[in-house]
């Protein structure tokens, strides 16, 4: 079966969760500087989730211009990813609602972990059904970002409950900032 299901229903969620999480965003109850800056918090939590709902999907369109055909094993796959992703909204707001507190920023770092397994599962998916020699799995080689990115985001979750939010927030931060630039080992891969 084509691919252009999937890519129109992924990219139909993705906009969907980037919409839950910015109606999060509360208008403040005065009109002083004062009251829009205690919506700080708030506001940094959307903004780091923008930026890695913005990279999955950034990551997820490239990945899928290597795919000629998915199976169902690959639309379950991408239906996990989903799943994770559209907690993000929730995991968000109560890490900002509560300030970088440990528990909430535990959660937020579990969820970005999950998401993290859940796009790999996919990319494993769609190697499996096109092969070891495929664009895809040539452009991933042994993924080393992907390998940083699970370990970090592992160690951001003991960190975060033993009461250092600010180091588990810098991995989370280091972990966005590291795929910020789009991944350009597909697009060298179809390129050849």
């Not at 506001?43 to 999955?56: A, E, P, Q, R, W």
């Not at 559209?86 to 109560?94: A, M, R, V, Y």
């Not at 059904?129 to 160690?155: I, R």
Request: net charge neutral; proline share 3%; with cysteine.
């Amino acid at each position: 079966m084509g691919k252009g299901r999937l890519e129109a229903f992924s990219d139909g969620v993705i906009a969907i969760i980037i919409t839950i999480m910015v109606l999060e965003l509360k208008v403040p109850h005065g009109a002083a500087w004062a009251d829009l800056a205690a919506l700080g918090s708030v506001f940094l939590s959307y903004v780091l989730s923008f930026v890695n709902v913005g990279v999955y999907w950034n990551n997820h369109h490239h990945m899928l211009h290597s795919v000629k055909q998915v199976n169902g094993r690959i639309l379950w796959a991408n239906m996990h990813l989903l799943f994770w992703l559209s907690l993000l909204p929730f995991t968000t707001g109560w890490m900002g609602e509560n300030h970088f507190l440990p528990a909430p920023v535990a959660l937020y770092s579990t969820n970005l972990l999950l998401c993290a397994i859940a796009y790999v599962t996919l990319q494993r998916q769609i190697i499996a059904l096109h092969g070891n020699e495929s664009v895809l799995a040539n452009a991933v080689g042994g993924d080393t970002k992907g390998k940083v990115s699970l370990v970090a985001y592992l160690l951001a979750i003991p960190l975060a409950l033993l009461g250092y939010s600010w180091a588990a927030g810098a991995l989370l931060i280091g972990v966005t900032l590291i795929w910020f630039v789009p991944d350009r080992r597909i697009e060298h891969a179809l390129r050849e």
